[in-house]
């Protein structure tokens, strides 16, 4: 059975990092994804991705004897 809400225990307060300390959420890191040295390797990785695709269709379009 659910316990009522005014019986469960109560919502410890939210309380900011001491300096030394790691914060616990993402939302209060600086986020690497978005430098733009990170950006540029994510669309390096994307046209190594679409280059390995287009290689690998053409070698199957050429090989393939029913499709030409």
Known sequence: ?????NEKEPIAPVRSPSPGEHPNTHLEREDKRWNPRQ?????IILLVMILIYLTWAGVVYL??????
Do not use: A, S, V
């Open 39 to 43: 950006q540029l390797r994510d669309w």
């Open 1 to 5: 059975m659910d316990t009522p809400l």
């Open 63 to 68: 090989f393939e004897p029913g499709i030409r």
